[in-house]
Nanobody
Framework: QVQLVESGGGLVQAGGSLRLSCAAS????????MGWYRQGPGKQRELVAT???????NYADSVKGRFTISRDNAKNTVYLQMNSLKPEDTAVYYC???????????WGQGTQVTVSS
């Protein structure tokens, strides 16, 4: 089992910045990806950004150029730096850990990000 603990959500004005963190503990898989998904009001959960343990990152088109994902493998922690936030970024953000070989996803409890206009 992998446990994920998120932090860093909150309320910010449009144009502001927030940084999310997610620390993984428990089991460890040699080939994995960590990332962030979000679910806005009345919407389906969607990909925000992911990064492999080799450092390869992938972003949703809607956040490219504004958000940056990074990870510290020694700390089993992934970060999401969110700049130039927009009201449409308002959502619950979920941390994800994907164990690639066994094709299993682990999820955090979610952290609320609210961007006011």
């Amino acid at each position: 089992q992998v446990q994920l603990v998120e932090s860093g959500g909150g309320l910010v004005q449009a144009g502001g910045s927030l940084r999310l963190s997610c620390a993984a503990s428990g089991s460890s898989f040699s080939i994995n990806a960590m990332g962030w998904y979000r679910q806005g009001p009345g919407k389906q959960r969607e990909l925000v950004a992911t990064i492999t343990n080799g450092g390869s990152a992938n972003y949703a088109d809607s956040v490219k150029g504004r958000f940056t994902i990074s990870r510290d493998n020694a700390k089993n922690t992934v970060y999401l730096q969110m700049n130039s936030l927009k009201p449409e970024d308002t959502a619950v953000y979920y941390c994800n850990y994907r164990a690639v070989v066994i094709r299993h996803d682990y999820w955090g409890q979610g952290t609320q990000v609210t961007v006011s206009s």
